[in-house]
């Protein structure tokens, strides 16, 4: 298994950006209504279809070749190509996954983006979409990962102890106490450690001891007492951190924007759906500014892109469908608004074709004198275009001739 192919199938199973990309390219293709000849399995084709476009997205390049049961495709996780002479692209296996179909035949290369290779034509690492975007889909995961984890934090209390301040050097020793506790039989001499690490070996003393103090108090629960003060109940929690002589505070947890994380998560997903040819004004996002969000140009732009990309792989589709010469073609289709705006230009038969495929229905179920009604109330108002011909048709007299010329001449001067 090539483990570059395989670091970006795993990145795609992971990065939904990069999955709804796909999945409307996908969906784009098959709008296009595939025509298959009755001997033809049609789902075998759509799988085909959606393979040929994960992998052109993944890897830049499709391994495939035809079979009695419809086309099959080899995976780039276990294929790579390696270049022999200028422009050739031979497929190789990796691994041992597939390793019995090395020297078979029939193997077809059709290729998006050619690959990266090495001065010997070994084979480096794709040149595709998914490549191209991995730094921002991994940021996105990471990012993704942290938010969770922070909220995970949040979602449960978190405390830090300290050594409470209560204890320190008191008038009469030399061992940190709490302070306050001998006030009766203290005296009024001042015996303090001049080192401070003595008076951090003192504290820690101190601490040790509470900590035996604490553990033999937990020992002796209701059976005796300690320091004179009974106990009458056995104990019902578990000590797991030295309370005595400590102050317990809640940790507060960083916070982070939420305006920065939300346009960092969305730029990430933007350029990640850039990189695959489907824009997020496909969906349906408007990603500009507010001032800039009327500009129907700039939408119209991303669209086109789109259009453009989808476009390409349908041809690309087309000479595999006729190279594997099963009889597989798409069927003419255009767009509701495309028809809505040239519908009256085209022949009645042509348009009622069209809207078949646009609203996936039988061409017998249109009236073609309805059709060519509602052409008519579509074509714009051209005048009387009788007497309008008829006078273009008429031959220009001499007289005519020379003033046209001489209109001609004073807009030139």
């Not at 393979?51 to 995976?75: D, H, M, N, Q, W």
């Not at 940190?176 to 820690?204: C, K, Y």
């Not at 009327?294 to 006729?322: P, Q």
Request: some cysteine; charged content about 25%.
């Amino acid at each position: 298994m090539s483990g570059i192919n395989a670091a970006l199938w795993q990145m795609f199973l992971q990065s939904p950006p990069q999955q709804s990309a796909v999945l409307c390219i996908i969906a784009e293709i098959e709008r296009t209504e595939l025509s298959v000849p009755s001997k033809v399995d049609k789902q075998a084709y759509e799988r085909f279809i959606a393979e040929f476009i994960t992998e052109l997205s993944l890897y830049g390049y499709c391994v495939y070749r035809g079979t009695a049961k419809g086309p099959v495709i080899l995976s780039g996780r276990h294929v790579v190509l390696e270049r022999r002479g200028p422009v050739q692209h031979v497929p190789k296996i990796v691994g041992d996954a597939f390793k019995s179909l090395r020297g078979s035949r029939g193997w077809r290369v059709s290729m998006l983006h050619a690959p990266e290779t090495e001065s010997n034509g070994k084979f480096a690492h794709p040149l595709s979409a998914a490549f191209m975007s991995h730094p921002q889909a991994a940021e996105l995961l990471q990012l993704n990962r942290q938010l969770m984890q922070k909220d995970a934090l949040n979602s449960r209390p978190a405390v830090f102890t300290r050594i409470s301040k209560q204890i320190g050097a008191n008038a009469g020793t030399s061992v940190p106490w709490f302070q306050g506790a001998h006030s009766a039989m203290q005296v009024d001499v001042l015996d303090q450690p001049t080192d401070i690490n003595e008076l951090i070996d003192n504290r820690a003393d101190a601490i040790r001891a509470l900590d035996r103090i604490t553990h033999t108090a937990r020992a002796v629960g209701a059976t005796s007492s300690v320091g004179g003060m009974p106990s009458s109940r056995a104990p019902d929690h578990t000590e797991h951190i030295v309370s005595d002589g400590r102050d317990i505070d809640e940790l507060r947890h960083m916070q982070q924007d939420a305006e920065v994380i939300h346009y960092t998560v969305e730029r990430l997903a933007h350029e990640i759906q850039f990189a695959f040819g489907c824009p997020p004004q496909v969906l349906g996002k408007n990603i500009n500014s507010e001032r800039m969000s009327s500009s129907n140009r700039l939408t119209e732009m991303a669209i086109n892109h789109f259009r453009t990309h989808t476009r390409k792989l349908r041809e690309m589709l087309s000479g595999v469908f006729a190279e594997l010469d099963d009889g597989v073609t798409f069927g003419d289709c255009a767009s509701l608004h495309t028809l809505e705006q040239i519908g009256h230009l085209l022949r009645t038969k042509e348009l009622i074709a069209l809207y078949a495929c646009a609203f996936e229905l039988d061409t017998t179920k249109f009236d073609p004198a309805l059709v060519r009604r509602w052409q008519n109330t579509l074509a714009p108002d051209q005048g009387n275009t009788s007497a309008t011909s008829a006078a273009r048709a008429q031959p220009r007299s001499e007289e005519a001739k020379d003033n046209l010329k001489r209109k001609r001449q004073d807009v030139n001067t």
